[in-house]
């Protein structure tokens, strides 16, 4: 998988937009942009995911910078809920496998 | 839609036993399953991937006869963990692909295993 870089840590407060980075220099043409969280003892939960435009869902919206070598999740409001390990995968070449980084720690303080 | 369930949620067994992982999808049919595995504080770990009346593929480091692995329909797949130690113990997660939703993967919510 391309190599992402992500903070190890990052805290917001609650109801306040939470914008979490990810460096991929590395990401080819045909790389997506994957994100996931996991809660504390729980598995992994599918956040989003772009290739080349912005995209928005019900949790999230992923900015992707015009070069593709970083992205941004974006929370506008976060809850005590989000408060997660958040990791940016770039699955290469269209295969299915997810390698995980350490990703963000996100904190969210009521 | 698109949960996977996992059998059982912890187990504590003791050393030299093999323990059965169970990982279902209960709403659709799972053309890819994944096995993975989580030490306290560290990151997931790829196991092996698994399709459907296929053997698995093993990440490099992993004993394919250590953690036997069965995916006998499109939405079960099994994972045994033979002669366990306590060094296998861990947190397994599965996680399945669907060919309609080829970005998304489904992740069971883990078993928490505890050699003695």
């Known amino acids: 998988d391309a190599k992402t870089t992500q903070p190890n840590s990052m805290e917001s407060n609650e109801e306040e937009p939470v914008h979490l980075p990810c460096n991929h220099s590395?990401?080819?043409?045909?790389?997506?942009i994957h994100w996931y969280r996991q809660l504390p003892s729980q598995g992994p939960e599918y956040v989003i995911h772009?290739?080349?435009s912005n995209v928005n869902n019900r949790m999230a919206s992923l900015a992707i910078a015009e070069d593709r070598k970083s992205s941004t999740l974006i929370l506008h409001r976060a809850t005590l809920r989000d408060a997660a390990v958040y990791y940016c995968?770039?699955?290469?070449?269209?295969?299915?496998?997810?390698?995980f980084g350490k990703g963000t720690k996100l904190t969210v303080n009521p | 839609g698109a949960v996977v369930s996992q059998h059982p949620s912890r187990v504590i067994c003791k050393s030299g036993t093999s323990v059965k992982i169970e990982c279902r999808s209960l709403?659709?049919?799972?053309?890819?399953m994944f096995w993975y595995r989580q030490f306290p504080k560290q990151s997931l770990m790829l196991m092996a991937t698994?399709?459907?009346?296929?053997?698995?593929?093993?990440e490099q480091g992993v004993e394919k006869d250590k953690f036997l692995i069965n995916h006998a329909s499109l939405t079960l797949s099994t994972l045994t963990v033979t002669s366990a130690h306590p060094e296998d113990s861990s947190f397994y997660i599965c996680s399945a692909g669907t060919s309609g939703r080829k970005n998304e993967q489904f992740f069971g919510p883990g078993t928490r295993l505890t050699v003695l």
């Open positions: 995968i770039l699955p290469q070449g269209g295969s299915e496998k997810l390698v």
């Open positions: 709403d659709f049919q799972a053309t890819t």
């Open positions: 698994s399709n459907e009346g296929s053997k698995a593929t093993y």
């Open positions: 772009g290739l080349t």
């Open positions: 590395t990401i080819s043409g045909t790389d997506y």
